[in-house]
């Protein structure tokens, strides 16, 4: 069974003060891993798209890195305004539904002034 | 901008009653999109995928009598929530992408309440 586990549950830095999220997943083959940021009462924003081992994605103050087994999502001097859920979701090989993606449980991260 | 709408975006209904909802691609055609499903600090979870003009395709464990899901056009996709109970209140998301290969946009979603 795909799995896709996301840590820590929550994140509180001050502005400024970088770190980074995991997203660890296990799946049969990976078609694509995708990170999204999500406010509160909307829906998921579109972030990144990695699709192999070693590649690296840049957006202003994040960057997305993928290894065999796990992803990064690294925040550069975090602003108040990035403070939103992160959720990571796999999309895996095989069938018709490309649209399906797992999804982690999500990083809650909150950035103080 | 926006690449999908959704509407509404809450909805407060009675036990019983049906409710539904609409999904739109903005600017794309889209011959199929996904409806996923989030409760309240849960991860989303796929409900079901609409695809136009033909049955839709529901995920194990979710009720196609009860989630009955319509793709009559290619921008538009409807989730009707039928006999709705308090246990159906969720946050209803749909999704499309603008073909393999490009990434999954999500609406705005539906917050729905059953009382």
């Known amino acids: 069974e795909d799995q896709v586990t996301q840590s820590p549950e929550a994140l509180r830095l001050q502005e400024g003060e970088s770190s980074s999220l995991n997203c660890s997943y296990t799946v049969s083959g990976l078609r694509g891993l995708f990170w999204y940021r999500q406010d509160p009462g909307k829906g998921p924003e579109f972030l990144f798209t990695l699709y192999s081992a070693g590649e690296e994605k840049e957006k202003e103050r994040l960057k997305a890195t993928l290894t065999k087994k796990e992803s990064f999502l690294h925040i550069t001097a975090p602003k108040p305004e990035d403070s939103a859920t992160y959720l990571c979701a796999v999309q895996v090989p095989g069938g018709t539904s490309y649209g399906k993606l797992t999804f982690g449980q999500g990083t809650i991260l909150t950035v103080h002034p | 901008g926006a690449v999908v709408s959704q509407h509404p975006s809450w909805v407060i209904c009675k036990s019983g009653t049906s409710v539904k909802i609409e999904c739109r691609s903005l600017d794309f055609q889209a011959t199929t999109m996904f409806w996923y499903r989030q409760f309240p600090k849960q991860s989303l979870m796929l409900m079901a995928t609409?695809?136009?003009?033909?049955?839709?395709?529901?995920e194990q464990g979710v009720e196609k009598d009860k989630f009955l899901i319509n793709h009559a056009s290619l921008t538009l996709s409807t989730l009707t929530v039928t006999s709705a109970h308090p246990e159906d209140s969720s946050f209803y998301i749909c999704?499309?992408?603008?073909?393999?290969?490009?990434?999954?946009?999500f609406g705005n979603g539906t917050r729905l309440t059953v009382t």
């Open positions: 609409s695809n136009e003009g033909s049955k839709a395709t529901y």
């Open positions: 999704s499309a992408n603008r073909g393999p290969g490009s990434p999954l946009h």
